[in-house]
């Protein structure tokens, strides 16, 4: 099977291929971002074009591997001549640009750890960031620096600001500002990129946490290593030079390996968009760059579907989707075979370990399962309290070994939640599962509450420590309430204190104020009480909107 034939729909207990064994080659020394940029130079990949992007204010902008891997030899430079040392954090907040992959290379080419953010992220969360990462230095763009400037008070690690972009650079006392393009202007001569070893820090990405604090998860230069399985098992790369229209955001930890890492370690082309989102724009990318490869989460593929009339012959060079963030439905899936004769490839990874499962051309998709585990990733389903595996067909929780090449280093400053999560050989990833008799993967639940909401992970304990600073609220409990299959809204049930008059709007107006857009409740109810156990713990699968006295209007 290739990947432009159709993966039927599995039916059970049927004869599959087998997959070819894998055996990691984990050299003693990597290095992520001379990996993605200087090894191919010198190679017929060195005057491809690395990435585009296609950015709805500034224009069209692209840059072979050649000019990549020389700007962020520029930018690792320019780090050693401010004084920045090996493992300092280096702050990342920008939009897709090719600033991007300068900063996240060259931080890593330095030696320094990359921290990218959301440019989504409210000042005081910038603020927590950079405080609990100690970061030395940020890179943004001077819009955003506009915003941020008077806000970064009492960072007493950050030293330098780098900015990118069209604008006027901003001083900020005691911060040393400088405009980003300026400085590697300047710079003609590099030191080769830092030695590091395969298990040094590389990158340190900041996921929704259980206390209501963002939680820092911190991979090492070996998880290029452990995403090797999925250039062959999900991504299908051709042995030519694929190109890979991505609609997701760089910050993103599945969108730094799928539109950074991944394919530019293999010398594949990537384009992104920066701007509104648009059905028919991701339709015109394909078209207009020839892509091969498409990448998005199942709120883009409904949206292709529901506002498009497009077909096949509208993208006559595609051949392979992919989609990974949150569950992709049934009915997405077979809507999208109807018209474009293709089948989209889910993944399913974490923070911790990126996409380890995942559905592949080498076998039929069976549809409501995350497909399989990628060759080389051992999965076992156990009981998280003894180890003991699961019989066949029975529940257990997803456990990976803690030596995969993929999987994280630690929770950053966090030794007691690190230890929480190890256990003996093993990751507990939380989430369970069951295998069904042909090794199919079935997902039912996660331990905790994380919402997946439109491809992003939100944590309730975030919007509830939020909404409990609000003076009239007394309690609030924060879930998703499922529209469809596919489609979740972050809401929250709120609890005044007697005699409060505050209406719910001004409350889901105040969320929006202290939280990102993506994060702040898209519908806040006004409860009498809240479901709890007899320990006073909120059950948050009782809450239901039928209980609301009030709900807001937007």
Not at 131 to 153: C, F, I, N
Request: aromatic share 10%; hydrophobic share 40%; with cysteine.
């Amino acid at each position: 099977m290739n990947a432009s034939s159709l993966a039927h729909v599995a039916p059970p207990s049927q004869k599959l291929p087998t997959f070819d064994p894998w055996v990691w080659r984990l050299p003693e020394h990597l290095n992520i971002g001379a990996a993605c940029t200087d090894a191919h130079l010198g190679t017929p990949a060195e005057n491809r074009v690395a990435m585009v992007v296609e950015d709805d204010t500034l224009g069209v902008s692209q840059a072979t591997f050649r000019e990549l891997a020389e700007q962020s030899s520029r930018f690792a430079q320019l780090l050693r001549d401010l004084g920045v040392a090996v493992e300092d954090r280096v702050l990342i907040r920008l939009p897709n640009s090719l600033a991007y992959p300068i900063a996240f290379f060259g931080a890593m080419k330095r030696g320094a750890i990359a921290v990218p953010t959301s440019t989504l992220l409210t000042a005081e969360e910038v603020l927590y960031l950079a405080r609990d990462s100690e970061a030395a230095v940020l890179v943004t763009d001077k819009a955003m620096w506009a915003d941020l400037h008077d806000k970064l008070g009492g960072l007493g690690e950050l030293r330098h600001v780098l900015l990118t972009g069209p604008g006027e650079v901003i001083g900020q006392a005691p911060y040393n500002v400088l405009d980003l393009a300026d400085e590697l202007a300047k710079i003609t001569a590099w030191e080769p990129p830092h030695h590091t070893r395969s298990h040094d820090p590389a990158y340190l990405v900041y996921t929704s946490g259980t206390t209501g604090y963002p939680k820092g998860v911190l991979h090492a230069h070996r998880a290029l290593v452990g995403r090797e399985p999925a250039a062959r098992y999900w991504f299908d790369f051709a042995p030519g030079g694929d190109r890979i229209v991505h609609s997701g955001k760089f910050n993103w930890t599945y969108v730094l390996g799928s539109a950074l890492m991944d394919p530019l370690y293999l010398g594949k082309t990537v384009i992104v968009h920066e701007g509104k989102n648009d059905a028919a724009g991701w339709l015109r990318l394909i078209a207009k760059h020839g892509a091969t490869i498409f990448i998005g989460v199942p709120t883009i593929y409904r949206q292709i579907l529901q506002k498009t009339q497009a077909r096949r012959a509208d993208v006559p060079t595609l051949r392979h989707c992919m989609s990974a963030g949150e569950h992709l439905s049934d009915e997405v899936l077979g809507q999208w075979r109807q018209r474009f004769g293709m089948d989209i490839f889910e993944a399913v990874g974490m923070s911790e370990i990126s996409y380890y499962l995942s559905e592949s051309v080498f076998r039929p998709i069976r549809p409501g399962s995350a497909g399989f585990p990628q060759p080389g990733h051992e999965v076992r389903l156990l009981d998280p309290e003894t180890l003991h595996e699961a019989a066949p067909g029975e529940e257990g929780m997803i456990c990976i070994p803690a030596d995969d090449p993929g999987l994280f280093m630690r929770y950053w400053k966090l030794p007691e939640e690190s230890a929480k999560v190890f256990k003996e050989r093993w990751f507990l990833t939380g989430d369970y599962a069951r295998f069904d008799d042909d090794g199919y993967i079935w997902f039912l639940g996660r331990r905790d509450d994380i919402i997946n909401s439109f491809g992003y992970r939100v944590s309730p304990h975030e919007i509830e420590r939020v909404m409990k600073n609000h003076p009239a609220v007394a309690d609030c409990a924060a879930t998703g309430e499922e529209l469809s299959a596919d489609k979740v809204l972050v809401v929250a049930y709120v609890m005044l204190h007697p005699g409060a008059t505050v209406n719910a709007d001004d409350l889901a107006a105040y969320a929006r104020k202290y939280l990102a857009a993506y994060k702040a409740p898209k519908i806040v109810y006004a409860v009498e009480n809240l479901p709890r156990t007899k320990n006073g713990k909120i059950i948050r699968r009782q809450l239901d909107p039928k209980t609301a006295l009030a709900r807001s209007s937007n």
